[in-house]
Every structure is written in structure tokens, then in C-alpha cells.
T-cell receptor
Framework: GAVVSQHPSWVICKSGTSVKIECRSL??????MFWYRQFPKQSLMLMAT?????????EQGVEKDKFLINHASLTLSTLTVTSAHPEDSSFYIC?????????????FGPGTRLTVL | GQQVMQIPQYQHVQEGEDFTTYCNSS?????IQWYKQRPGGHPVFLIQ?????EVKKQKRLTFQFGEAKKNSSLHITATQTTDVGTYFC????????????FGKGTKLSVKP
């Protein structure tokens, strides 16, 4: 149980285009989902917290107009990187909380590797 | 702001040796979680510590939470090649949404 999927697993796009990444909780309802960015050999940097049916909460320094987050249902959150540039190339990972588990842990998706040319 | 420091950044050990990674928070934590990320994989939850001075064991892994709830450690006894990966601590500060602040991680390599 507690499986989180991400799609696509990797994407290559041209500079200036937008890319949408989907995060789904497959076997549980996730009222809260998180979006992280991970640079090579570095830690997970929390970008934003996404709650179903409400606006996402962005961390300091993360441009909300550039990284659009939508959490329209209890099993799906999307991250759209708008007008992507090469510096946006990174590994994006989502995670989800299952409020019915005994711990407050986050279940992570497999990540999406974004390369902007 | 809240920060979670984790050391060492890298650790190379011979198979059978012990390994320890340490985490320290600038402020008191409500809980601390530990995750393991295998090479090419995603973080996987290992354990959560909540109580001051708590110690939990999972086979060869021992997790400790400091008395002041500001530091934690993960100790692996007699490492195996399957222990290879990056171990992250993540501090929870009591937010209603369960946000976590991740440490930079300790990358463990085990030489057979």
C-alpha cells in the first residue's frame, strides 16, 4: 500500500515551453502533497505544500507564478513549470501524506527528471 | 529559520564496519523521521521518533532522539552492501500540514 506515482519519469523540453508533472496517490487519499526539488548529490528542497481544493503554500524563494501547483482531487496534484529555462533542469519529486497511517510519514513518488535545452 | 544539519556528508566503510550519521536541528523538533534513498531511487520512510530520549531498533539499525529533541542519530551495526544509499533525516516542527525539513543526507558506500 501507500504507493505514489509520478508522470512522466523524465522529460526533455525546449527553453520557453511549459511542462506538467503529475503526482498520484494510487491506493490512498492524500489531502496533502509536497513538491520537492533535488539537485545532483544534494538534499531535497521543499518547494511547496499542496492541499486538496486550496491554494498551494510555497516556500520562500520559490516563484509561484513559475511553478504552478494544482491539487484538484484527493489523489492528484500537478506541478507545471512555466516558461522553463535550463536552470530549471532538475529532479522533481512529489510526496503524499496518508492521514490513516500510524506515523506522519511521507510517501515519495519515483521522481521526474526535467532537462531544459 | 529552521535548519537541519546532517553529518557526515559521505561515509565509506568496509563491509562489517559500523556506520553512524548525525542530525542536529537549530530549534526543538516535534518529531524526526529518517528516510533512505537508494542510488537512482526515491526516499523511503524508515522510522519516526517523537519522544524525548527515544530509541528504536530495526534489526541492525538503531535510531535515537536526543533528550532536548534537537538531535538524532542513526547507527548501523555491521554494514552490508545492501545498506548502500543516502540516509536523510527530516525534522518535523509541528506544522498542521506535516512539513518536513530535510537534512542534506549522508551517502553511505560499503566496500565488500
Amino acid at each position: 500500500g501507500a504507493v505514489v506515482s509520478q508522470h512522466p519519469s523524465w522529460v526533455i523540453c525546449k527553453s520557453g515551453t511549459s511542462v506538467k508533472i503529475e503526482c498520484r496517490s494510487l491506493d490512498f487519499q492524500a489531502t496533502t502533497m509536497f513538491w520537492y526539488r533535488q539537485f545532483p548529490k544534494q538534499s531535497l528542497m521543499l518547494m511547496a505544500t499542496s492541499n486538496e481544493g486550496s491554494k498551494a503554500t510555497y516556500e520562500q524563494g520559490v516563484e509561484k507564478d513559475k511553478f504552478l501547483i494544482n491539487h484538484a482531487s484527493l489523489t492528484l496534484s500537478t506541478l507545471t513549470v512555466t516558461s522553463a529555462h535550463p536552470e530549471d533542469s532538475s529532479f522533481y519529486i512529489c510526496s503524499a501524506r496518508d492521514h490513516w497511517t500510524p506515523y506522519n510519514e511521507q510517501f515519495f513518488g519515483p521522481g521526474t527528471r526535467l532537462t531544459v535545452l | 529559520g529552521q535548519q537541519v544539519m546532517q553529518i557526515p556528508q559521505y561515509q565509506h566503510v568496509q563491509e562489517g564496519e559500523d556506520f553512524t550519521t548525525y542530525c542536529n536541528s537549530s530549534t526543538t523538533l516535534s518529531n524526526i523521521q529518517w528516510y533512505k534513498q537508494r542510488p537512482g531511487g526515491h526516499p523511503v520512510f524508515l522510522i519516526q521518533l517523537v519522544k524525548s530520549g527515544e530509541v528504536k531498533k530495526q534489526k541492525r539499525l538503531t535510531f535515537q532522539f536526543g533528550e532536548a529533541k534537537k538531535n538524532s542519530s542513526l547507527h548501523i551495526t555491521a554494514t552490508q552492501t545492501t545498506d548502500v544509499g543516502t540516509y536523510f533525516c527530516a525534522g518535523g516542527y509541528g506544522g498542521s500540514q506535516g512539513n518536513l525539513i530535510f537534512g542534506k543526507g549522508t551517502k553511505l558506500s560499503v566496500k565488500p
